[in-house]
């Protein structure tokens, strides 16, 4: 705030609280009409002939108004108000909002204290545990894997038995914690465009899919040349690297052919967000032994 | 009110804007209304005394659960999304008011009225150690000694008393009162000191209720009606002709003095009232209703008693001061039935009956739809146009329910991860729900669908619409 702009605040306030408080003082008492009836019980104010009566304000009624004057000069000091004074107390909106949720924090701590150190697939039982666990989920991680964890284009189902990186719960902890990045190169410069359409045709027919046998023979050669490496020589995948498993019907971006043949020329790159500067550790191991229920009970 | 003239300019008189309000002195009186006031008074203080304390369900009768924004009242409990039938409660009480005042003037301010009520028990309270009007009037006037010492706080004790039982019976209603009073009393506490089990907020508002009630009754009394309270300015504007309310028959009464025993007043030109002032003394909100009706009267019909007592000692009629209508003063005609009151009962029943209705049709389930907003739609392997949302089904009901969530709308619309939930009574539910529709056979963008839940025990339903999106065809 300026200086104009402080003194500005500081002198309308303190004119408007004297002010106040002389419109307050002067009103207690009203002249009279020279030479009137000592028992005429009216102020003396005339106007177009109809005359003001006088019926006072009760004493407690000015007194609650002194009261709000007093409270008024006493809060300014305290508290933030006059220009670019702090108050005494020192307070803040920010530190206010500090306060509040430290004392969130202390509440809710009890609550995960309870569930800290039992294991995860015991966790996954709890009715009461997977509650709150749903409402942690919904809150840090539907926003890509849906509300129901069914996952998305490009973001991973949770709730089936396929594991990119491994579904038991020290991988889950570990993929929500530190997070993952997995990328499959792009092999289109490398390959060159003859390859890619026959290695696409191989992973088409490793997948029960319809497929072209002439290209597909090809491919299981360029397969076998390039793409073991990461996904195994039965194509299975592997969870160190996070390469998918390439035989079966689940697919993170589709498993048509043209988004087969876009995967293998262009290659794709996916990255779980790590949530351990954001998590208190005791909300992800609750939200990983959700996780792990997604896939292992029907009733959360 | 007017001060001496000052002394240099002797023509200049002043008044004060603002004033000292005297201290009323109410005398002791007892009669009809008394009786009356006292025999509906007795009854709503027990039920406001006695209701915290009885149980339904195992838990309080009347509970304002404001932690768990829940209101229970008898078997029923509200919920915040009742708060419509809060607010019609709210308006036909009002308009009982208003319908009351408009028949019978402000008999709510002087029978019913919690300030009124708990002003008569504090006068009670003062009538009992300090004595009638005099002997008040003349203890208040003389100086402090012992006797003086004792009756004054042998009074703010017994007041004191009554506003913390009253302040702990408020607060009774929004903490269940058996909790409410184990808690305040003081016990070792686990870690050896001695304590209270209860929270900061309950004791502040024990506290808040106890100084409220000791301030309001014992020393703001007829302040708070002549000035704060806004329904006492709503009544007056109900009254026309044929309102009832106390009034002085001053075509009986005047000329007005005084008189000896068995002389022929009338002869020396008086009227049948006395002078004796006892209307006045009686008067809660000192007024002298014998001239005319006043804004301060709360129509609580002491002054008749008063009046009635010494017509009686004067072999005079009673009724110089009694509940009538203007139009019955003048002519002696009364009616009940006109058009006024005629539209204001039909307007009530309407209230009443469409209010009934509504509570008994009240379905004790709610389901509400979130759908996802983080993506337009979902989209997985296969042939399926997939939408997520969370289905919040909250079960108002008193008993445990199982849920069974269903889809209905235009395409073939259906739930992938359908499960069937138990809901108990008083919770809310969030279950995630994917819908997935044929890509072929979605035509729309924005569709149309109804989620509904439905208990597999007693078939009790509640649906909302959301809307399934599906890929753009421009």
Redesign the interface.
Do not use: H
């Given at each position: 705030m300026t200086t104009f702009w402080s003194l500005w605040i500081i002198i309308l306030t303190s004119t408007c609280i004297v002010l106040v408080t002389w419109v307050l003082f002067a009103?207690?008492?009203?002249?009279?009409q020279?030479?009137?009836d000592?028992?005429d019980?009216t102020?003396?104010h005339v106007y177009d002939g109809i005359v003001e009566y006088?019926n006072?304000?009760?004493?407690?009624?000015?007194v609650m108004f002194v009261i709000s004057i007093i409270f008024a000069v006493v809060y300014l000091v305290l508290y933030p108000g006059m220009g670019s004074w702090k108050g005494t107390l020192g307070w803040t909106s920010v530190n206010q909002l500090q306060n509040d949720q430290d004392e969130g924090k202390a509440a809710y701590a009890s609550s995960y204290d309870v569930y800290k150190n039992m294991a995860i697939p015991e966790l996954a039982q709890n009715d009461e545990a997977m509650?709150m666990g749903?409402?942690l989920f919904?809150n840090n991680c539907?926003?890509?894997h849906?509300?129901?964890?069914?996952?998305?284009?490009g973001f991973p189902?949770l709730?089936d038995a396929d594991w990119l990186h491994g579904g038991n719960p020290e991988k889950i902890l570990e993929t929500i914690t530190r997070g993952r990045i997995a990328a499959m190169p792009a092999w289109g410069p490398v390959l060159g465009e003859e390859k890619v359409l026959q290695a696409a045709e191989y992973v088409l027919k490793i997948s029960g899919n319809e497929f072209d046998a002439a290209l597909a023979e090809q491919g299981a050669k360029v397969f076998a040349e390039n793409c073991v490496v990461c996904h195994g020589q039965d194509a299975k995948g592997q969870y160190a690297t996070g390469a998918p498993n390439l035989t079966d019907?689940?697919?993170l971006y589709?498993?048509t052919r043209e988004n087969i043949r876009q995967t293998i020329r262009n290659g794709r790159n996916n990255q779980m967000p790590a949530q351990e500067q954001t998590l208190l550790p005791e909300k992800i191991h609750l939200l990983a032994a959700y996780v792990y229920s997604l896939s292992h009970t029907?009733?959360k | 009110?007017?001060?001496k003239p000052q002394s240099d300019k002797p023509?200049?008189?002043?008044?004060?804007?603002?004033?000292?309000?005297a201290k009323i002195y109410t005398r002791k009186i007892s009669g009809f209304y008394q009786r009356l006031r006292r025999y509906s008074g007795i009854p709503l203080v027990a039920l406001f005394a006695l209701l915290p304390w009885i149980s339904i369900d195992g838990r309080p009768a009347v509970w304002l659960d404001m932690a768990h924004e829940k209101f229970h009242f008898l078997s029923i409990t509200f919920w915040p999304q009742d708060l419509m039938l809060l607010a019609w409660l709210f308006i036909i009480a009002a308009y009982a008011l208003f319908t009351v005042s408009t028949v019978f003037g402000r008999v709510w301010c002087g029978f019913t009225c919690p300030q009124t009520i708990w002003t008569l028990i504090f006068i009670v309270i003062e009538d009992f150690c300090e004595g009638d009007r005099n002997k008040r009037i003349k203890l208040d006037k003389q100086i402090w000694n012992a006797e003086k010492i004792a009756r004054k706080s042998a009074k703010h004790f017994l007041w004191i008393a009554v506003s913390v039982l009253t302040g702990i019976t408020f607060v009774g209603y929004f903490v269940p009162a058996p909790e409410l009073v184990s808690g305040l009393l003081p016990h070792v506490t686990a870690d050896g000191n001695w304590g209270i089990g209860l929270g900061g907020w309950p004791i502040f508002f024990v506290l808040l209720c106890t100084g409220m009630t000791y301030l309001n009754a014992g020393w703001?009394r007829e302040?708070v009606c002549k000035?704060m309270c806004p329904y006492s300015r709503f009544q007056a504007a109900m009254y026309d002709k044929d309102t009832i309310y106390v009034q002085y028959d001053a075509a009986r009464g005047e000329q007005r003095g005084p008189r000896k025993p068995n002389e022929d007043y009338k002869a020396k030109g008086l009227g049948d009232c006395t002078d004796c002032s006892w209307c006045v003394q009686v008067c809660p909100v000192n007024i002298d209703i014998r001239n005319g009706t006043q804004w301060e009267c709360i129509n609580c019909g002491l002054c008749v008693d008063a009046c009635d007592s010494v017509m009686d000692k004067m072999d005079y009629p009673r009724g110089l001061i009694r509940f009538t209508s203007e139009t019955q003063l003048t002519t002696g005609k009364y009616r009940i039935i006109r058009p006024k009151t005629i539209g204001y009962a039909v307007a009530m029943l309407i209230m009443v009956v469409a209010f009934s209705y509504r509570l008994s049709v009240r379905e004790p389930l709610g389901v509400d739809v979130v759908r996802?907003r983080?993506?337009h739609l979902?989209?997985?392997?296969g042939d399926d146009i997939?939408n997520?949302?969370?289905v919040k089904i909250n079960n108002m009901d008193q008993q445990e329910h199982t849920f069974i969530v269903d889809v209905k709308g235009e395409y073939p619309f259906r739930i992938?991860?359908s499960?069937k939930v138990h809901v108990k009574s008083g919770e809310v539910y969030?279950l995630?729900?994917?819908i997935a529709v044929p890509k072929e056979q979605l035509k729309g963008e924005e569709n149309k669908i109804t989620i509904s839940a439905t208990s597999v025990e007693t078939g009790l339903t509640a649906a909302e619409e959301s809307t399934f999106m599906g890929p753009s065809h421009d």
């Open positions: 009103n207690r008492k009203a002249a009279v020279p030479g009137s000592p028992d019980k102020t003396g006088n006072p304000l009760p004493r407690w009624w000015f509650k749903f409402r919904a539907s926003v890509c849906g509300a129901d964890g069914g996952g998305n284009y189902n709730t019907k689940t697919w589709e498993g029907n009733a | 009110m007017t001060e023509e200049i008189r002043y008044v004060n804007l603002y004033e000292p309000e703001m302040q000035y996802d983080s993506a979902f989209r997985l392997d997939q997520v949302y969370t992938i991860n499960r969030s995630p729900v994917r």
